[in-house]
């Protein structure tokens, strides 16, 4: 196990929180130093996922978001068809340098990376638990398996298969 919290803050859209508990992988986020979640996306998880947000394990950060919408990134929300939790998502994204955004929105993705964000979703969390110790590459397998049967991430098997097998090549 990782022996110290990583100094990493993240901004999260619903998805990775939602398809994490689903897989039961929810507990990786306890790595994270602050796990900031916007109102909006934290309704969104309720809906769909019976999470209590309080706790120590957790650094959670529920925040109302209050800043002006910038302009530019206003415009590109609506081109790009974004809800309103990824749109507040964003805009905390505006002043948490150095943060990482969670989203599995293949849309939310390109917005925030063509804002220059650094951006990871639910794979690429599960994936970073093997090189912060969190999980073995077995158990990390085990969890993309998951995603196919019990997770309601859209992902193409393919691409999960891809993964699994990359993941245990680096094992033998």
Request: hydrophobic share 45%; aromatic share 4%.
């Amino acid at each position: 196990m990782a022996k110290t919290k990583s100094a990493i803050v993240v901004v999260c859209d619903a998805g990775p929180v939602i398809h994490l508990d689903e897989v039961g992988c929810l507990q990786l986020l306890e790595d994270f130093n602050r796990v900031i979640l916007p109102d909006t996306v934290q309704r969104e998880i309720q809906d769909h996922r019976d999470i209590s947000f309080e706790g120590p394990n957790i650094a959670w950060f529920l925040v109302k978001p209050s800043l002006p919408l910038d302009a530019s990134l206003d415009a590109v929300c609506k081109l790009f068809s974004l809800d309103a939790g990824e749109i507040e998502a964003l805009s905390l994204m505006q002043n948490q340098p150095g943060a990482i955004f969670l989203t599995d929105d293949a849309a939310a993705r390109i917005v925030a990376s063509k804002l220059g964000y650094r951006v990871h979703g639910t794979i690429g969390v599960l994936v970073r638990a093997i090189r912060r110790d969190l999980l073995n590459p077995e158990e990390v397998a085990d969890a993309l398996r998951r995603i196919r049967d019990t997770s309601s991430l859209y992902i193409k098997d393919s691409l999960l298969d891809e993964v699994r097998s990359k993941i245990m090549q680096s094992v033998k």
